[in-house]
């Protein structure tokens, strides 16, 4: 028995293989003997190792001698007068030790010169000693393609981390599940995504195979043996359950596993939460066939991480639900396709001048119907179908353009604000992107202020560090949005070079009513002066908000009161309205 894949380390994760078995019959190796013009009885009785030839080749070659020990041994110890089955069990002990050998990286030839050292003693056949080298270098290649092959096929099929059968595999073994259910029996599938908790970095390879390690471990101990385990995907799981009476047992099994994981899982350097969203799906061969089924799991448990539910089973519901988000997603895909997503502004006021001093850019896009998609699950979508990129490109063009548009031929000194994706923040070409941007429209830097939403950042850690950087050094200008809502508000204001703090319009459209609103605006808004920083108040929708904003000594404020959101025609007659000074 030998593994297929060598036993090797990646820093701290063991790569572990599960054994396989090359071996011939007695009858294969009579035939091959045969094939070759040997006798097995007469080759047994002559048949001897030249130990000084072996010691001789050893010497010679530049592998660690240490990986030929094994090998050396078997071949010194070969005995003679061996019977056929004798022989064949000598000659499979040969083969599990050479490949051993170039598992761990002998090579093939050097194997072969070892087996130079067989030699027949018959007086009347010396040409058996070329004959059998010939035998066994047959075997060597034969044996090596053969272990190739399963390691290819191992590639193909397991997950070499944690040693389940990948997806791959799962369409066949439910196929068969099918075909053997008797009549009034069910077959389950569950699909399991675990999810890192928000709080946690953003992990390496290295972590994430351990950790993928350690919840195989603990899937084992939690589901019956009889169940099949199949890993699908990055922190992805299948359970294939070959028989159950209702679909409450699945509900069951859910909540054992959301049990078994409520514990921080602890790791070779790290401890990390993760919680699994379940998706279950079961019925008998008469209903729907076996692809259908795995479907309609995964149908279910993208609804259960899409509603945050730890398990969801699949039912009709599920399917309307899904078929409306795949008619939404295709009218995104379509307007983004054909440019019809759009930008609208709300204008930033200087209420201590009366004028215009900016503009948010918002996203907005409306299909045939009037039915408003929310920019939120445009960007959402753009994102899950990986055209985020494409669309932050998209973005910072247009705002480029717009102010270029509004500085350059309307001499209106404006300047526009748009959001980053979270993902933008890790990507190292974001600033240069923007530089080269603002210099095919000749404007700024200043021009455009970059908003970074705090719930958005995934991550404050050297990849976002070097860009944020970056783009300050450039000369744009960053603003924290929805300042507040998060639970790192404060520790933003002292990592990050921002400029610009906008105060969420959850706690200023009731500060008229609410005292506690109040103070919390007017701390914010005394915080931020402390550190320099410019303040906004976001939400601001009638006159006595905009006076009690005008006590607090804030002098930027955008809301209703002031404008909605407008195309770019309508914005540009209001700016002009509203001209800066």
């Not at 953003?202 to 199949?230: A, D, G, R, W």
């Amino acid at each position: 028995m030998i593994a297929i894949f060598e036993s090797t380390q990646v820093a701290e994760v063991e790569v572990q293989s599960p054994e396989i078995e090359i071996s011939y019959q007695e009858q294969e190796i009579s035939d091959k003997l045969n094939d070759y013009g040997l006798k097995q009885d007469r080759l047994s009785a002559n048949l001897t190792i030249n130990i000084a030839l072996l010691e001789k080749q050893l010497r010679a070659e530049q592998t660690d001698e240490a990986l030929l020990i094994p090998l050396k041994e078997a071949l010194v110890a070969w005995p003679q007068g061996l019977n056929l089955c004798q022989f064949t069990n000598h000659i499979n002990q040969l083969i599990f030790l050479w490949l051993i050998a170039i598992q761990q990286h002998v090579s093939v030839q050097t194997v072969l010169n070892l087996m130079r050292c067989f030699e027949s003693k018959s007086l009347f056949n010396r040409a058996d000693s070329n004959k059998f080298h010939l035998f066994l270098f047959d075997l060597v290649a034969e044996t090596t393609q053969q272990f190739q092959q399963q390691q290819l096929n191992y590639v193909l099929n397991f997950d070499p981390h944690t040693q389940l059968p990948n997806a791959s595999q799962i369409d066949q073994c439910l196929e068969n599940k099918f075909n053997n259910l008797i009549k009034n029996q069910t077959v389950a599938v569950i699909s399991i995504q675990f999810m890192i908790a928000k709080n946690s970095p953003v992990y390496s390879h290295i972590i994430t195979v351990n950790l993928s390690q350690k919840i195989t471990e603990i899937l084992k101990q939690n589901i019956p043996t009889h169940y099949e385990l199949f890993h699908s995907g990055n922190l992805k799981f299948d359970i294939l359950i070959p028989h159950i009476e209702s679909g409450i047992q699945l509900n069951l099994l859910a909540a054992k596993l959301g049990r078994s994981f409520e514990e921080m899982l602890i790791l070779s350097r790290e401890s990390v939460l993760v919680t699994p969203f379940c998706g279950g799906a079961c019925s008998d061969k008469t209903t729907i066939n076996s692809n259908e089924l795995y479907i309609n799991a995964k149908s279910a448990l993208e609804s259960a991480v899409s509603k945050q539910q730890y398990f969801v089973m699949y039912s009709n519901t599920i399917k309307q639900e899904l078929e409306l988000q795949n008619t939404i997603e295709n009218k995104v895909l379509e307007a983004f396709a054909t440019d019809s997503l759009t930008l609208f502004f709300q204008p930033i006021v200087d209420i201590k001048k009366t004028t215009c001093a900016g503009a948010e850019l918002l996203l907005r896009w409306s299909d045939n119907a009037d039915q408003n998609i929310y920019p939120s699950v445009t960007i959402e979508i753009l994102n899950k179908v990986g055209k985020g990129k494409l669309f932050t490109r998209w973005l910072i063009n247009s705002a480029c353009r717009y102010a270029s548009e509004l500085i350059n031929d309307h001499q209106l000194p404006i300047y526009l604000t748009i959001n980053l994706r979270a993902e933008d923040l890790y990507d190292i070409e974001l600033p240069h992107l923007l530089m080269q941007s603002t210099a095919l429209w000749k404007i700024k830097p200043q021009d455009i202020v970059l908003e970074i939403t705090e719930n958005g950042i995934l991550e404050y850690n050297e990849s976002s560090t070097s860009v944020i950087k970056t783009l300050s050094d450039s000369g744009f200008r960053l603003a924290l949005d929805d300042f507040g809502t998060g639970f790192s508000s404060l520790s933003r204001l002292r990592t990050m070079p921002i400029d610009l703090i906008k105060i969420d319009q959850s706690f200023v459209r009731d500060i008229k009513h609410s005292r506690l609103d109040f103070d919390i605006v007017s701390s914010i808004a005394a915080l931020a002066y402390t550190l320099g920083k410019e303040v906004l108040a976001e939400g601001v929708e009638d006159e006595d908000c905009l006076e009690l904003i005008k006590r607090m000594k804030i002098h930027k404020c955008q809301g209703y009161f002031f404008a909605k959101p407008m195309p770019f025609e309508d914005f540009l007659i209001w700016a002009k309205q509203h001209p800066a000074t």
